[in-house]
C-alpha cells in the first residue's frame, strides 16, 4: 500500500514537471504561435505591438485564439522555413504565418479551415512596362523570391525561370529593397505582403490571375491535435461571421511596421 502511495506521488510530481517544463503542452496557461515576422501586414515588428514587439493580421487573430482559452500568447519569431519541423515536433503550440495550405505541408501538419485568400502578385518599379504578366519574367529578368514560401515554388517550377536569374532571400522587406535600388526586376510574393512593401517603396503591383491561382492561408498544428484545432476553427468561425477579420484586413491594410 505504502508503495502505491509513494509510486503516486512520484509519477504525479514528474507529470507536473513536465508541464512545467514543457511549456507548451495543453495543461501549460501559455499557448505558443510560432511565425516570421517579416510578413507585413500578417506579423511585423514595431516599438508597440499587440504582444511586445509583434503586431498584424495573425497577431490579432492568435491573440484571440489564446484568450479563448485563458491563455497566454507567446510569440516565437523564426526562419519561415523552420516553421513546419517547429510545429511537428511540438516546439510551437500553432504557426500563424500567412501560412498557405498545400500538399507538401499537409503531410507533415494538420491545419485549420482557411482564414484568408491570397495570391502572387508581381512587384516591380513603377515606370516598368516590359513586365505585365508572369510569363515575361522568363525573359531574362532577375526576379526575387522568399526561400521557402509559395511565391518561389511558382517562379522556380511553375514559371521555370533559370535558375541563375532566381535570387533567393530569407525576409521579403530584403528582396523588394533590391527592386527598389534596380538589381532586381521583380519580386514574387503574396498579394496584401506585395501591396503594402510596393507603396512603402514606392514601387508598383502587378497581377497575373491566370498564372498565379489563388492560395488559402490556415494555422498549421501538430498532427492529431485535434483539441487546439477545434478551438482554432471556432474561434476563426466566429471571427469570419461576426466580420472582426474582414476589419482587421481593412485596419492592418499598408501597414508595415517600421
Ligand atoms: N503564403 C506564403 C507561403 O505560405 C508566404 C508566407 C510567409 N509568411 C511569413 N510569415 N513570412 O509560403
Same mark, same amino acid.
Given at each position: ?126 515606370? *516598368?512596362?516590359?513586365?505585365? #504578366? %508572369?510569363?515575361?519574367? =522568363? +525573359? !531574362?529578368? @532577375? /526576379? ?45 510574393? *503574396?498579394?496584401?505582403?506585395? #501591396? %503594402?512593401?510596393?507603396? =512603402? +517603396? !514606392?514601387? @508598383? /503591383? ?53
Amino acid at each position: 500500500m505504502k508503495k502505491v502511495v509513494k509510486f503516486a506521488a512520484l509519477a504525479a510530481a514528474a507529470v507536473m514537471g513536465v508541464a512545467a517544463l514543457s511549456g507548451c503542452g495543453g495543461s501549460s496557461d501559455t499557448l505558443t504561435m510560432g511565425t516570421n515576422a517579416a510578413f507585413p501586414p500578417f506579423e511585423f515588428t514595431t516599438t508597440n505591438g499587440l504582444v511586445g514587439e509583434f503586431d498584424g493580421i495573425d497577431v490579432a487573430i492568435a491573440k484571440r485564439i489564446a484568450e479563448s482559452m485563458g491563455k497566454e500568447l507567446v510569440i516565437e519569431d523564426m526562419e519561415f522555413d523552420g516553421l513546419i519541423a517547429s510545429v511537428k515536433t511540438g516546439k510551437v503550440d500553432m504557426a500563424v504565418a500567412g501560412m498557405t495550405v498545400n500538399p507538401e505541408r499537409l503531410e507533415n501538419v494538420d491545419f485549420s479551415d482557411t482564414y484568408y485568400v491570397a495570391t502572387q502578385v508581381m512587384v516591380v518599379q513603377p515606370d *516598368d512596362t516590359s513586365i505585365t #504578366k %508572369a510569363e515575361d519574367l =522568363k +525573359n !531574362g529578368k @532577375k /526576379v526575387g523570391v522568399v526561400l521557402g514560401y509559395t511565391g518561389d515554388t511558382i517562379v522556380t517550377e511553375t514559371l521555370q525561370v533559370p535558375e541563375e536569374n532566381i535570387v533567393r532571400a530569407n525576409r521579403g522587406i530584403d528582396v523588394v529593397q533590391d527592386v527598389k535600388n534596380g538589381r532586381l526586376d521583380a519580386v514574387v510574393v *503574396d498579394s496584401a505582403t506585395g #501591396k %503594402a512593401l510596393a507603396e =512603402k +517603396n !514606392g514601387l @508598383k /503591383v502587378v497581377e497575373d490571375p491566370e498564372v498565379f491561382e489563388s492560395e488559402e492561408y490556415a494555422i498549421a498544428v501538430q498532427k492529431g491535435n485535434t483539441e487546439l484545432l477545434d478551438q482554432i476553427n471556432e474561434v476563426l468561425a466566429e471571427m469570419t461571421a461576426n466580420g472582426e477579420i474582414d476589419a482587421l484586413a481593412e485596419q492592418y491594410d499598408g501597414a508595415t511596421g517600421e
